[in-house]
């Protein structure tokens, strides 16, 4: 007996990799047949031109030229900066959140973060009350984070898997 995850491969090859495009229209199943996503797909190259003639009018002749220079890490880039703000914008509306929106909220906060980090006696402070703790700890939770997306990047627990 064959697994079932074959089935379903062999069906989607036969499915993807059919030259004649009466049996893709005849097969009412299909996605692509659906008009909600018909709809969702117009709207998105829609949204999607919108903001590429925004982006382009901003950035101007050094956008284009940077964009150039990417050659061929452009569209992951681009791809990998849209998942982020998509996420971002989930994350906001699912906790009810909202960026500040004044300029002054944001400079104001900065400052604050600047002031205690070159400010000596807040780090005593933070010594005599325990504070440095916590402190490592989110230390330690940030590295830990960047050394998993270090694995999960190379994909491999310890160094590279280099193929000569």
Known sequence: MRPQISRVTRLAGRRFNSSSSSSSSSSSGSPLNNPNVQKAVEGAQK????????????????????GSALGGYRE????????????????????????????????????????????????KNLLKTGGWAGLGVAAAEAYGLFSIGEIIGRRNLVGYNLKE
Do not use: C, F, H, M
């Open 47 to 66: 949204a999607y031109a919108q903001s590429a003639a925004t982006v382009k009018k901003v950035a101007g002749p050094l956008g284009e030229r940077v």
């Open 76 to 123: 992951p880039l681009v791809y990998n900066a849209k998942v982020a703000s998509s996420l971002a914008r989930q994350v906001w509306q699912a906790e009810k959140l909202a960026p500040p929106l004044d300029a002054s909220t944001w400079a104001r906060a900065y400052s604050e973060i600047w002031a205690k980090g070159t400010n000596g006696g807040y780090w």
